[in-house]
Structure formats: structure tokens, C-alpha cells
């Protein structure tokens, strides 16, 4: 393993502090107005996508600093690295291939092989689905399908199936993923158990909650009739622990593989996929893997200059690290992508949420932002107020679609206005002297106009991203996943880190089972702090 070197020691980044300092001033509106083709400048497509970064706190100079940067930490070796199989994730000692899961051609055909031969299975059971001929214990077609999973074998599935719903067959996706049985309940309430199929997504089939949910549909289906034989038509698994998902009660033939070169967060594009193969159809669930291969070529031949995921790594960092932001906010402009922050949290806090290198030294900076956000235009009626005037510096991105699958379009532009609007109004703000006369133009007295003008003022300058698409399809959503994925690997490697393991997550897993211990057993020793042992207590005392 390569000594990672501190992103403060690379040459650029002094100069990029010093910049920093001023990346105020002059402000948005002021570089606009000084640089007629700066929206033509700051601007690049790549595989569908096109992005604005004209209305970040960038100037040409700070932007080169950036660039140089990135070749100073050889972002472009690292992206070879990871595309060559490299071991980058150093703790587990294993290559991230998940590229491989959209390729049509690799060096590693023996994986190739064992993908494709995945992605034909997925192909045949989805088309069995949608055509009727897999049929529940009673010869019943399945009409329902139930992905139970957690976490990269839930959100990705859940954001996908629900992006896509204009593509939807007539076979419906329902979602589990939370250990409260309230999830499970409320998904099974109108569900028939001869008609519903449960793939349990678990690359580890150890997960708790999955199981839990697992075994409740399992009880679900006995309780309605279902015998051994019958439940096995039921249940279908995604894992890379076959023994265990057999243990459970699932026939051999009924797994798909995952492989320990993908990580969880990043496995839609596999069988973790399959609930969305089954709702969109495979042909569409291939154009979504080629729109993302498309931006992993993308990533991998473009120059660093108009490299679409490096350049949004590097606004990250320009703006998390030099500017000293800690959030990223995302702001699709798409229902049917109101998922698009939860599945990104995921992606890029569990892999950049780390505070040691890795080679395991603590890092002398913070790292992984957090990272929120909702669909637009819900946000604007509930947050965007901090947005716009609060005192925490939020850089957003908007995600645009510029067309609807509704054929509503007359209304579909209010919220095309209100997307583009949004980010004028972050970027021009409004003075107390404009506020001031908007009031007196209201009718206003002076003296009322003087004393509320601070209140409707805005600074403004307030930087963000707008990315859009011509619409949202399989392909342009393929793209988009993985240019964050792509985003999240070269700001991950510019601050050091192995974006590939999650051991963060760990203990709290081991406290919880001895919590349920002592849930189930009054008299289980353990010697845990006081306030535990009180909610403990107050559980206990709470009990019917
Ligand atoms: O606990 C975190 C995590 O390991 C995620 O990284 C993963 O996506 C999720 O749990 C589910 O894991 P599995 O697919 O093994 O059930």
C-alpha cells in the first residue's frame, strides 16, 4: 500500500487556501456580469448529462488550482487503479469492480463471464414474471413483488423502480427494509400471499433486519396456507452467501450471486437490481447499465479539465474543504426522484465518512459532508429558507429533468420555473437597499420600509451545480448514479481515504444484539452505563 499523501501537502493547495479566502469577491453576480461566455465556460456534458457549474464560487484561477491538484494527487492514475482492479479497498484487501456490472467488454473475462451469466438469469426470471409464467402455490401468477433489504440492497432497487415508474409493467414492486414490522405490515396489507414473490436482497444474508422481515413474510405465507414446498416458490435471494440463503429455506437455483468485489452501495447494477428488471423490463434495465457504462468511459478517457465526476469532486472539496461548507444539499427537480437523497447518503457518507487515511492515520481535516436534501418543490416550502437566509453556506445540486413522461407539460414547466429559479435567486440575493424599495414600491411607509428591509434581504452568492438530462430515462439515470459514484471515489482519493469499507457501522450492530439480550432476559449480565440500563428499565416497565 502506496503512503497516501495529506491533501494539504500537495503544492496546490496553499494557493488554493489563499484563493479561498476570496472566493467571495468578487461575487456570482459581479463574475457574470464581468465574463459574458462564463455559463459556456463552466459548462460540460458527458453520457446524456449536461452540467452548469457557472453559478459556483469558482473564477478561472481557483478552477485551474483545482485542476492541478487533482494531478498533483494523480486522480487520473487513481481512476486507472480502480478501473484495473487494484486492490483500493486496502482494509478488506479486495478490488471495487462494480463497473464491471454495466460492462459490455473487460480484462477480467472469467468475472465478465460470471456476470453475464447472472444478468441472463435476471433476464429470464423477469421476463417469466411479467409474462405470467411464474406462477405462486395455488398455479396463481405473481402479480406482487416484495424486495426485503436494507441499505445498497434496498435503496438503490427502491430509487430505481420508483424513477422509472413511467417504464412499470403490471407486476408491482413494494419495498421492506426496516426491522420495524410496522415496514413489512404495511407492505404485505393488500398483498395476497398466492400471488407474491420475496427476493431477500443480503450480500452477507447476515443482516438482521433482513432476516427478521424474512423470516415474518416466510410466517406470512404458512399462515395463509403455504407449505415447505409451497414457501420455496415464494422466495427468491441476491447474496454472495448461498449456504446461508439455503439455510434459510431457499432452493440453490432460486440464488443470484453478488461478489465481494462489490460493495453494497454500489450493487444496483447487479441482481440487487433484479425487483427493478422485473418493473421495467430487461431491455430498459440494460439501457440503464449502458448509460452508466457510458459515463465510466466517460470518466475514464476524459482529460481532468472536462471530466464530469472529477470536476464535481473537485467543487466538493472547493467547496466542503476550502470553503468550509460540511454539507451538500441535493435537490431533484422529479418526483419520481425524490429517493435520489437517501440513496446518496448512502453512497457518499458511508464511503467518505471516515476521519483516519488509508493507511490509517487520523486526518488533520474533516472530510464527508453531510449530505441532504428533498424533491423539489417540497423543499422550498420547508428548508430552502435556511437556504437562502440562513447563516450556514449550503451548496446545492439541482438535478433537472427537462422533459416529463406525464404529458402534462404545461404544468410540468411551473416546475421547471421554480427549479431554474431557485438557483437565480441563491446566486443574485437581494439587497437591503432592493428590499427596501420593493417595500416603498408596496406602498409602504419609510420608516416601515427601513425596518423590515433586513428581513427580506438576502445575500445571495450562494453556489450551486444544476444538472439536467432531456428527460429521465433508463439511460440518463444510469449516468447520473454513477457519475456520484464516480464523484464520490475521486474526492474520497483526494482526501486519502478507502471509500470501500463501512467498518463505522459495526459496533452498534454488536451493542444491539446484546441490547435485544438483555430485552429478552431480565437476568443477562451486562455492565452498561447508567442511561442504558434506565432505557432498558423504562422498556421494561412499559411492557404490557
Ligand atoms: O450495515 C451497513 C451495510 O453493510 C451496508 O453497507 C449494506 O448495504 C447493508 O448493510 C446491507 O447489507 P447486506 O446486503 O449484506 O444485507
Known amino acids: 500500500m502506496t503512503e497516501r499523501t495529506l491533501l494539504s501537502s500537495f503544492p496546490s493547495y496553499d494557493k488554493l487556501a489563499t484563493l479561498a479566502q476570496s472566493a467571495h469577491t ?56 480502480l478501473f484495473a482492479g487494484k486492490h483500493i479497498n486496502n482494509t478488506e484487501d479486495r478490488p471495487a469492480l462494480h463497473m464491471l456490472l454495466r460492462a459490455t467488454s473487460s480484462t477480467s473475462s472469467e468475472r465478465l463471464k460470471e456476470v453475464e451469466s447472472s444478468r441472463a438469469l435476471m433476464q429470464t426470471w423477469s421476463q417469466q414474471l411479467r409474462s405470467g409464467a411464474w406462477l405462486g402455490f395455488s398455479d396463481t401468477p405473481i402479480t406482487d413483488v416484495v424486495n426485503i433489504g436494507i441499505g445498497g440492497s434496498d435503496l438503490g432497487p427502491r430509487l430505481v423502480t420508483e424513477a422509472l415508474q413511467p417504464y412499470q409493467s403490471d407486476v408491482n414492486c413494494h419495498y421492506v427494509a426496516n426491522v420495524d414490522p410496522a415496514d413489512l405490515q404495511s407492505a404485505l396489507l393488500d398483498l395476497n400471499p398466492e400471488s407474491t414473490l420475496f427476493i431477500i436482497c443480503s450480500k452477507s444474508f447476515r443482516t438482521e433486519e433482513t432476516l427478521t422481515n424474512g423470516l415474518a413474510a416466510r410466517q406470512w405465507l404458512v399462515n395463509a396456507g403455504a407449505s415447505d414446498d409451497d414457501v420455496a416458490k415464494h422466495f427468491v435471494a441476491v447474496t454472495s452467501n448461498i449456504e446461508a440463503a439455503q439455510d434459510f429455506g431457499i432452493k440453490e437455483r432460486h440464488c443470484l450471486p453478488m461478489w465481494d468485489w462489490v460493495g453494497g452501495r454500489y450493487s444496483v447494477w447487479s441482481a440487487i437490481g433484479l425487483s427493478c428488471a422485473i418493473s421495467i423490463g430487461w431491455d430498459h434495465f440494460a439501457q440503464f447499465l449502458a448509460g452508466a457504462e457510458a459515463m465510466d468511459q466517460h470518466v475514464k478517457s476524459t482529460p481532468l479539465a472536462e471530466n464530469m465526476p472529477v470536476l464535481c469532486s473537485l467543487l466538493e472539496v472547493w467547496n466542503c474543504h476550502f470553503l468550509g461548507a460540511g454539507n451538500h444539499v441535493v435537490l431533484p427537480y422529479d418526483n419520481g426522484l425524490r429517493q ?77 420555473a421554480n427549479c431554474i429559479a431557485q438557483s437565480r435567486t441563491l446566486m443574485i440575493g437581494r439587497s437591503v437597499d432592493e428590499a427596501e424599495a420593493a417595500l416603498l414600491d408596496r406602498g409602504l411607509s419609510v420608516a416601515e420600509a427601513a425596518r423590515l428591509a433586513p428581513h427580506l434581504s438576502m445575500p445571495g452568492n450562494r453556489p450551486s451545480n444544476t444538472i439536467t438530462m432531456r428527460s429521465l430515462t433508463p439511460a440518463t439515470l444510469g449516468a447520473l448514479l454513477a457519475l456520484y459514484e464516480h464523484r464520490t471515489f475521486c474526492t474520497a482519493r483526494l482526501w486519502g481515504i478507502n471509500p470501500f469499507d463501512q467498518w463505522g457501522v459495526e459496533l452498534g450492530k454488536e451493542i444491539g444484539v446484546q441490547v435485544l439480550e438483555k430485552l429478552e432476559n431480565a437476568k443477562a449480565v451486562s455492565s452498561m452505563d447508567a442511561s442504558t440500563e434506565k432505557l432498558i428499565d423504562r422498556w421494561r416497565s412499559a411492557q404490557p
Open 340 to 416: 435520489l437523497p437517501a440513496y446518496l447518503q448512502q453512497l457518499t457518507m458511508e464511503s467518505n465518512g471516515k476521519r483516519v487515511n488509508a493507511n490509517g492515520a487520523l486526518l488533520p481535516y474533516n472530510t464527508g459532508p453531510v449530505l441532504w436534501g428533498s424533491a423539489g418543490t417540497m423543499g422550498q416550502h420547508s428548508f430552502h429558507q435556511l437556504l437562502h437566509q440562513g447563516t450556514l453556506l449550503c451548496p446545492a445540486d439541482f438535478v433537472l429533468p427537462l422533459n416529463t413522461h406525464t404529458g402534462m407539460d404545461a404544468q410540468h414547466r411551473r416546475l421547471i
Open 26 to 81: 468578487p461575487s456570482l453576480k459581479q463574475l457574470f456580469a464581468e465574463d459574458a461566455d462564463r455559463a459556456e465556460r463552466f459548462r460540460l456534458a458527458a453520457a446524456g448529462l449536461e452540467l452548469d457549474y457557472s453559478k459556483q464560487l469558482i473564477t478561472q484561477e481557483s478552477l485551474a488550482g483545482l485542476l492541478a491538484l487533482a494531478t498533483e494527487a494523480d486522480i487520473a492514475g487513481e481512476i486507472d487503479d
